[in-house]
């Protein structure tokens, strides 16, 4: 299984909404990645969690509120969001993290769209 | 501040021909460098990548070049085929592995 899965596939939440975006992969990868991207622009890091340790926080907002609850599983919680978090959320995975060779394996993403 | 570039949004090749693409970066911090392709509504895929000690690497029809004098590389695509039609993302990590996009290519292969 070389897969990352994304759920759900489409979201769109109000402002005062609280949902949840899920990521999970049976590689055996001990770092999980989410980015974002918004339209005609490249995928941004937001976290990295490395051995279900979190390891990067690239100044996200505390709406956004990641969760890895074990090393196949990375969630990230989504609370009082903004129009302008509207985007493609993705999640990624590799073996170790933490080395420059370690090949990111991307899920499908999640669109989100806030209202 | 966009450490990885690509000036050319898009790019327009015929079936059978070579498609190049172009990327630059600024930090030289930089050892490890990757090409990934993406469809419309799905995750980036991982292509093809090239380690700062070489200067090519070659995957079938893929091949990537690198300048680290001129922190510039390319991707070479020969011959260009229909299903080859994507976004292409040029990525650059530093010691960690913290990746860094370019803005990316659409590629479009004509018949």
């Known amino acids: 299984d070389t897969e990352v899965t994304q759920t759900p596939k489409h979201l769109v939440m109000g402002m005062t909404n609280k949902k949840s975006l899920k990521c999970e992969q049976h590689?055996?990868?001990?770092?999980m990645y989410w980015y974002k991207q918004k339209a005609k622009k490249p995928p941004e890091l937001m976290f990295v969690y490395s051995y279900e340790k979190l390891s990067i926080n690239e100044s996200v907002p505390s709406r956004f509120s990641p969760e890895c609850p074990n090393s196949s599983l990375l969630n990230l919680h989504l609370h009082a969001l903004q129009p302008e978090d509207s985007a493609l959320y993705l999640c990624a995975s590799s073996r170790r993290g933490g080395r420059a060779s370690d090949e990111q394996f991307f899920g499908p993403g999640t669109r989100l769209t806030v209202l | 501040d966009q450490q990885v570039k690509q000036n050319s949004p898009s790019l327009s090749v015929q079936e059978g021909r070579i498609s190049i693409l172009n990327c630059d970066y600024t930090?030289?911090?930089?050892?490890?460098f990757l090409w990934y392709k993406k469809y419309p509504a799905e995750g980036p895929t991982f292509l093809i990548s090239?380690?700062?000690?070489?200067d090519k690497n070659e995957d079938g029809r893929f091949t990537v070049f690198l300048n680290k004098s001129a922190k510039h590389l390319s991707l070479h695509i020969v011959p260009s085929q229909p299903g080859d039609s994507a976004v292409y993302f040029c990525?650059?990590?530093?010691?960690?592995?913290?990746?860094?996009f370019g803005a990316g290519t659409q590629v479009v292969v004509t018949p």
């Open positions: 590689m055996g990868h001990r770092a």
């Open positions: 990525a650059a990590t530093d010691s960690w592995g913290k990746l860094q």
């Open positions: 090239i380690s700062s000690i070489k």
């Open positions: 930090n030289s911090m930089f050892d490890y």
